[in-house]
């Protein structure tokens, strides 16, 4: 009997219809509070060209302006006899040739582009979620096979570190991690920002590494026993390489919190992507543009990572 496949557009386009809704649904809804749209104040948040006043050495004359193109150089020579060189961009030169200057004074600007506020957010954003990342994936690795190992101690210390950073806000860690244990042995806001997150992030990466080792049947670390592999190398080469398939998709999900959960450490004044957009929002008076573009570069940061764990997976399951 031959199955026809359904047809699939028409859900598609319902899809699209929602979508489409939803966007009328915030336009209408801006258009009632009479709000103006300015998305020509954003870019400068991303990349900006900034400009760097040159000035004289000393005291002098103007000799020379030559232009060329879009530079001028300004040939200034001073009292001692010395000459001055100074490229200036042609439209910000402020003297004419035979012009008397004194030591600090202006001569023109330079512009170079650099990167704007809500750029270095996301750098600021990437390089902690990274950072925290590997050490949580790490302190959750070894805390999650303490929880399972026969020693008491281990075994009871590591429930206690799971259960105290479990029950309490990440918020809250932050400030006691900051306001008292950096106080204490004197640490930059860096590091305990990264610090908090990756002992937050261990928390809950020891009970995925747990619960994924449990999973897997008794009898395969018997069956590597049989073949003559210590406990150390059953974990190693026999366990962990099948939990591993089986706790990628809540790592990923783990991560991908990781990465919103840094917008928590501006309150340590860590200048992260959130920090940025409020700042942003101070000057431009564009919430709706500058909260927009925000969610758009957390979207920007975890839709691949997410997309990067689904593609792993099916690979590894291919391999079963």
């Known amino acids: 009997m031959i199955k026809h496949k359904k047809a699939q557009w028409p859900w598609h386009g319902l899809t699209a219809l929602v979508l489409v809704g939803l966007a009328i649904s915030l336009y209408l809804a801006t258009s009632m509070m009479s709000y103006e749209w300015r998305w020509n104040r954003v870019p400068q948040y991303f990349a900006y060209q900034a400009e760097e006043t040159q000035r004289a050495t000393g005291f002098g004359t103007v000799q020379d302006i030559a232009v060329s193109g879009s530079q001028a150089t300004l040939t200034v020579k001073t009292e001692d006899g010395e000459v001055q060189h100074v490229q200036v961009q042609a439209d910000s030169v402020l003297l004419s040739r035979g012009d008397d200057v004194a ?5 023109g600007v330079t512009r170079h582009w650099a990167a704007g506020p809500l750029a270095w957010g996301l750098w600021t954003t990437l390089w902690l979620s990274v950072v925290s990342g590997a050490f949580g994936l790490v302190i959750g690795l070894f805390a999650g096979l303490c929880r399972l190992s026969n020693n008491p101690t281990l075994r009871d210390l590591s429930t206690v570190y799971v259960e105290l950073v479990r029950g309490t806000p990440l918020l809250v860690q932050i400030f006691i991690f900051y306001f008292f244990i950096g106080t204490v042995l004197n640490l930059s806001r860096e590091f305990a920002g990264v610090a908090a997150l990756a002992l937050f992030t261990g928390a809950y990466v020891a009970e995925i590494v747990r619960a994924g080792v449990q999973s897997i049947a008794r009898g395969q670390n018997e069956a590597a ?4 592999l210590n406990a150390s190398q059953s974990m190693r080469h026999v366990i962990l390489p099948q939990a591993f398939k089986r706790v990628l998709p809540p790592l990923a999900g783990q991560f991908i919190s990781l990465v919103k959960d840094t917008s928590l450490v501006s309150v340590i004044a860590i200048t992260e992507l959130t920090k940025s957009g409020r700042e942003a ?7 709706f543009e500058i909260w927009f573009c925000v969610a758009g570069l957390y979207l920007l940061i975890n839709l691949p990572l997410s997309h990067l764990a689904s ?10």
């Open 103 to 107: 030591e600090g004074d202006a001569l």
């Open 225 to 228: 026993r049989s073949l003559g």
């Open 281 to 287: 929002i101070t000057t431009s008076f564009s919430t």
């Open 311 to 320: 593609r792993l997976e099916r690979r590894l399951a291919q391999s079963d």
